[in-house]
């Protein structure tokens, strides 16, 4: 029996498939079921007719670390022989849509198996899309990306981002609200009707098809054109060296004392990131000791100022704070960089309580007090 | 650029946390959980041992996340070793340096040989080769222990650190069944300190108790020869919480009496931190449900559940033979035979 | 007749050459005192363990200082003696049939870690069932994991073979681990004449072990091993590769220097040749088989048969130049395996594979046949020799090989 079934099936010019590649970037760990359900939902409503396809997590990403940028895609063709040209792979090399479960996403992302720092719209193709679920506007969000290589459209399904752990689901429709939007963005590959009849069929709960048609109504749209965006974030890269320039025995050189790893910086996995107010601290040190991630640099004054290329954003300095609203984590979409605040501190101290209240909407107590500065 | 020797280094206890070396050995840019715990443990491990020290890790979170090829976060000369090699690794490298340094092939000096292993490299898979290593007192090495209670490393699954009825992804709940793990908590370090008599130092302890845990890292490479330390790291990706709450569950964990805090040096017992004060009636044990409820990975849990788990833990504190340490008792009739200092909790001297 | 000394006795001191009648395993543990071994790690099994027997006593009557590590299992032992050795330590460690599988995992990082560990595997086949002669499956486990394997004959070559093995493995061009293949029984514990070379002799041969700048140690700060992805891996393997191939040429350094500071070690690092002058068919094995099949050419010979014997005495790196150069001078060539790769093509023997892959790129090949004999240390006796012989001269005659009929049990019960 020949391998090779003769079927109806119109022979494919190579290089000329038709595939759709969709890519979700989520938080490790909080939206990896989320992530999970999107994917699949793409894959199972493109079964409505007899498309097929498939859905895979970026293996370098797994074990996922929470907060820590993932992703996973679905890939839909019409025929089988199609689908081929996106197998075996970790990740499509070109997406026609990139979804972004959380906007903080939007300052680029960084996986903790990649090398360098990737603008969000890194894979998508020209004239593709980038879907972030957000309760800010395209507008607003557009500031936050790396400047544009090429245009793409910016799409936003309103919502703010759905973490949860890893065991109990948060089961607050954001999934349906992405398949709705996609459905708008896609609506050759992803008929909205085909969407809503498969959710209708696996969930046998109409607030669901209902939660569908709201993300395809709802979702707003801006072109982005090339060159739009921002410039601040940092370019970090990492060319990889070949067999003979790397050292033998898998060896690489310890981190010189008072260093840090140049190669990861991490910040990408903050949503959070700590904003501290040095006139209320009482230089306890707890928020240094505890902080897993050595993030907090003691001043010339005694305090401890964040560094925030180091940050991750998880909060247990807030937490073990014992000094009432003196560590308080901010949405990171506030920041446009990674800048740290002791200096602005020490030089002006009226302006950073200024800062501070900008970014806390706190009341920077003790601002009638002069700033602490060298020696305490 | 290596730090220069200091052939009588010695390791003073710390004080408080004003004390505590401030110089960061182990350095950001880890590729740890936001919330991970064990890297603050690896963090304090490190910075308690100074920089004439190897570190030897075997497979697992704090090898795959912190060190990951062409980047690493420790200043101090760091090696793999497998997953069930912790002891073996501790010991080859303590036994190379020793015969070097006889041999004179080494410069004379004190270097720190440190082993870390996660709870399925040192509970399940590594046991017996740590449990061999502790009985070669001629080799000076630490293995430490650090307990996210899962093989969290490779998605969560079982191991034999997992608390009762916890949620892993080899041990989910379903229909039929509701709890999947059913088996109670091996006790590593009371198990290890009875088997081991000539072993100096052993201990259990949480970085959420920052400055006792470099203490007893610092007492172990100390008293020399093979020592054992064993940590509860509370893990926000496999115990689901939030990570900023990774400090109160690891305190919440000493406090419910679930994880004790203790030390047996030259076969002496000393009851650290809020143990201590739990044993010597000044602190009431918090009932377990405040742990548990704080976790997804017991949101299944029903009240049964709970009330079987606290009933255990009272078991651990009302029967055990030495609360959290020695599970089994002595018929009464044999009371005569124990050897009990009957000097009470707070009289006794902590090492010095 | 040089001086007979009793065993480790008075060899320590001796600044003439000595003799000694010894096992292969206490020859090794005589290079290994030679060598000035710092760690080493032991565990039961038979039949390697004569080695940790005789440094045991070696180490307890003074004759040698060395960190002698009792371990609690096979994995444990080379764990042991891989992280000493990174410390810049010289190690010895060994085992044997499912011990050295025991040990996979250890021997497997060991070869990608680029530490020069010397094992000797003292061949045994392997369970189930429970069996403890020769078999050199145990061995062949690891020959794609970037060891070195070199293959005794004789009690004086494992001891010569041990001190290649330092020799190589820790040359920097090289830095890989290093098997010592030791048929089981007949080497492990027989026990015959063997020079025992002088200490400075063996200075003047073996260099002091040194790691350089992959020393682990805190004024070298350095990381061993982190975790790498598909971005990385093959570019390690590429090293690990380029390693393996450098130390065929400091094998052949190392012999010319063995058999000038020595004089013994024969023409060819790689291969041993006898009666092969004018010979028509030979026999291509490894180990001990070479002797009874020595034997059986003499007799052969005698009845006039132009029959000869190439043995391998390195099977990693496999000296394909040097095979390929001796062996397309014969009209067939019978393999013979102490061995069995279980469904492999024409249901042959590894070293027959090997041997008939290094061949396959010529354009006139001789005919290579594969016989599997003396499994589970059954002994190769001369019958055996005899139909081996007879089925190799029919082939050679022919010229080819009917399809099926490749691979010969000898010695098998039907």
Partial sequence: MATTEKTATVAVKPGEERLVSIEVVYRGIFQKTLAQRICRGVVLASRRRNYTGTAFARYGDSPERNGVPAKQFAVVAPTDLELEAGMAKYEPAVVDVSVAVDDTLVKGIESWAWYGRQPIWKPVRDNGFVLVTSNSTPDELVQQTDKAERPYTLAVVPGGASFAGLWVYKDDHTDYRVLGALARLLPDWLPIEDVKASIRESTKDEARVVSVQFGYDNVRTREVKKGEGTDAHEKLQFEKPGWTKMREGIIVEARKPGERNPFYKKYTARTLRPVVNFDTCIKCTMCWLDCPDECFEVTPSGHYEVVYEACIGCGICAQVCPVKDCIVMVDELKFTDNTDKFVLYDKQPDAYRQWFTEMTGLPAIGSDKPAATGGD | ?352 | MATIIEKGQDAVSSQIEVEALVTGCEAIAEAIRLADVDVMAAYPIRPYDGVMQAAAKLIADGKMDVEYIVADGEHSQFEIVKHACAVGARVFVGSSGVGWFYAMEAIAVTGGLRLPVVAICGNRALDDPGAFGTEHNDSLAVRDLGWLMPWAETAQESLDLALMAWRVGEDKRVSLPVAIGLDGAFLTHSQTIVKIPTQDAVNKFLPKYDLGNRLLHPDNPITIAPQVDQDWLMEIRRQNDAAMRRAQDVIREAHADFKRLFGRGGDNPFLDEYMTDDAEYVFFGQGTLALPMKVAIRRLRAQGHKVGLVRLKWFRPFPTADIVKSLLRFKAIGVIDRDYSFGSPNYGGVLYHEVRSALYSQPKRPVVLSFIAGLGGREIDQNMATQIFEKTKQAAEKGSLDQGDTCTWIGVRE
């Fill in chain 2, 1 to 352: 650029m290596a730090v220069a020797a200091t052939p009588n280094a010695t390791l003073p206890q710390i004080k408080g946390v004003k004390d505590v070396p401030y110089d960061e050995l182990f350095v950001s840019g880890h590729r740890t959980c936001q919330g991970c715990e064990s890297a603050l443990v690896m963090r304090h491990m490190i910075k308690a041992a100074g920089p004439r020290t190897i570190v030897l890790g075997s497979t697992g979170c704090m090898y795959v996340a912190n060190t990951t090829y062409y980047t690493t976060p420790w200043v101090v000369p760091w090696m793999h070793t497998q997953l069930g090699a912790a002891g073996s690794a501790a010991l080859g490298t303590s036994a190379g340096l020793k015969v070097l340094m006889r041999k004179g092939k080494l410069p004379n000096e004190k270097i720190n040989v440190i082993a870390f292993c996660g709870d399925g490299g040192g509970a399940d898979m590594g046991l017996g080769a740590i449990s061999a290593t502790l009985t070669h007192k001629e080799y000076n090495s630490l293995i430490l222990l650090y307990d996210n209670e899962s093989y969290a490393n490779t998605d969560i699954q079982l191991s034999s650190m997992t608390p009762y009825g916890a949620i892993t992804t080899f041990s989910p709940t379903g229909k039929a069944k509701r709890l999947m793990h059913t088996r109670w908590k091996k006790n590593v370090p009371g198990m290890l300190a009875a088997g081991h008599p000539e072993s100096r130092y052993i201990a259990a302890a949480c970085a959420g108790y920052a400055v006792d845990l470099m203490n007893k890292i610092r007492r172990a490479l100390e008293v020399g020869g093979p020592t054992f330390i064993h940590t509860i790291d509370p893990c926000p990706k496999g115990w689901d919480y939030h990570p900023q709450y990774s400090q109160e569950l690891g305190h919440l964990a000493v406090e419910t009496g679930i994880w004790p805090l203790y030390e047996v040096f030259d076969n002496k017992l000393n009851l650290t931190g809020p143990t201590r004060q739990i044993a010597e009636g000044r602190k009431k044990r918090k009932p377990v449900v405040e742990y548990l409820k704080r976790q997804g990975r017991f949101a299944h849990f029903t009240d049964e559940d709970v009330d079987h788990f606290q009933g255990e833990v009272d078991k651990m504190w009302e029967k055990w033979l030495i609360p959290g340490v020695i599970p089994f008792t002595i018929a009464e009739k044999d009371r005569a035979l124990l050897r009990v200092d009957t000097t009470p909790l707070h009289e006794v001297k902590k090492p010095a």
